[in-house]
């Protein structure tokens, strides 16, 4: 995080509020920074500025960044009226985060989902511009031929017309069933639809890394932890290569 931020995005990331409510709290002039009653919004301050609402001193919270294990049968949403999702696995100890995915997966696929409520962060992960790595376990009913290994190299082409970047896929079971493939982009269903081309099915698919982030071996499925600071600089640098 930078050394210095906005008033607005201050008050958001420490009340917690909308940069609207915060902008709302400085016209009232509620804020006091370094013992000054402010009302700019685009004051910059450090994160461990002395900033008060109400006389009363504000903590700055930092974003929380969640490596999930994702289990089959939750959806990779923030609610959901019928399923569980993946925030509600750990929503009891965040209770004041507005956490979601950054990223989905498949109700029926697992692996590493990243929860957070940075939405930067996520639009960086996100972006098509960015091309973060997401390497994943997928068990074909078919085995890989070097057709479809050559084709993922390529850049797989759609039905639809729509052209893939260049992928990576290789067998890592005897039989070539077992596929390691690692995607720098993000379609939907697009693992399915790249094999679709060569009429082969996939029968599970389980996310292993994101931006050279491995999920934690040690994680059961539906158990999480917050990544490191490390982890989460090493995927924020794979957004900006």
């Known amino acids: 995080m930078a050394a210095e931020m906005r008033l607005d995005r201050f008050l958001a990331e420490s009340v917690p509020c909308t940069r609207g409510e915060a902008k709302a709290l400085l016209a009232a002039g509620r804020i006091t920074v370094n013992g000054a009653v402010c009302k700019r919004a685009d004051t910059h301050v450090a994160a461990e500025a ?5 006389g009363q001193p504000l903590s700055h919270q930092t974003f929380v960044y969640i490596m999930l294990y994702k289990p089959e049968g ?24 507005a956490l979601f995915p950054a990223g989905r997966l498949d109700k029926a696929s697992t692996g590493f989902v990243l929860l ?10 996100l972006s098509p511009r960015h091309h973060v790595p ?29 052209t893939m ?68 600089k090493k995927i924020w640098g794979a957004c900006h290569k």
Do not use: C
């Not at 057709?147 to 017309?161: I, K």
């Open 50 to 54: 002395p900033v008060l609402l109400d």
């Open 134 to 162: 997401k390497t994943y376990r997928v068990t074909l009913d078919t085995p890989l031929t070097e057709e479809m290994r050559a084709g993922f190299a390529a850049g797989v082409t759609l039905a639809d017309g729509e």
């Open 165 to 232: 970047a260049p992928a990576e896929a290789e067998a890592i079971s005897a039989d070539g069933r077992i596929v390691r493939v690692t995607l720098h982009q993000g379609v939907y269903h697009q693992i399915k639809r790249m094999f679709g081309v060569y009429g082969a099915g996939v029968d599970a698919l389980h996310r292993e890394a994101i931006g050279g982030v491995a999920l934690d071996e040690r994680l059961a499925p539906g158990a999480w932890r917050e990544l490191s600071a490390q982890e989460t």
């Open 116 to 125: 957070t409520d940075d939405g930067a962060f996520a639009h960086d992960i």
């Open 74 to 97: 939750v959806v990779s949403a923030s609610r959901d009226g019928r399923d569980t999702t993946v925030v509600d696995l750990v929503a009891a100890n965040f209770p004041r985060r």
